[in-house]
């Protein structure tokens, strides 16, 4: 497992404030940050790299994500992944759970969404959605977040 020491939640909120700033960001298959674009992996990544459970200039897909965190606990909480997909060998979807009901990603693209414009347009980028919104929901894993 990852890290050694659970943060407080009150740790966690400070995460939870910084994800809440990347709202509107646009949804770019691949993107690289939050000014041109981020997909669902890097965004989540960004937010475990702010927490200091993975190391900077990480760049995970969402299936590496599970790979990595797949025996951590499956409890829906703040701080929680939430992994979809054909399967637990198939994922092609990861979020950050807000609470154990309440997901924020990056999403609304997919694959062929490889231009900013085409995101603004069709409303593709950061949000906030219920966890279980997509039909293809598969696992919830907590990572455990090290202090500093």
């Given at each position: 497992m990852i890290g050694a020491i659970m943060r407080t939640e009150t740790d966690l909120e400070i995460i939870k404030?910084?994800?809440?700033?990347?709202?509107?960001?646009?949804y770019l298959w691949g993107g690289p940050n939050r000014y041109l674009g981020l997909d669902?992996?890097?965004?989540?990544t960004e937010l475990l790299i702010a927490a200091?459970?993975?190391p900077h200039k990480s760049d995970l897909s969402s299936a590496a994500l599970f790979d990595k965190f797949k025996n951590c606990p499956s409890t829906r909480t703040i701080g929680a992944l939430a992994f979809y997909g054909a399967s637990l060998t198939q994922i092609t979807h990861v979020a950050w759970l807000l609470d154990d009901l309440?997901?924020?990603?990056s999403a609304g693209g997919g694959s062929a969404?490889?231009?900013?414009?085409?995101?603004k347009k069709t409303g593709a980028g950061v949000r906030i959605r219920p966890l279980i919104y997509r039909s293809d929901f598969l696992a919830v894993r907590l990572p455990s977040y090290k202090r500093g």
């Open positions: 404030q910084y994800a809440f700033s990347f709202l509107g960001t646009p669902c992996s890097q965004f989540v200091g459970t993975l309440t997901v924020i990603e969404n490889t231009n900013v414009d085409l995101s």
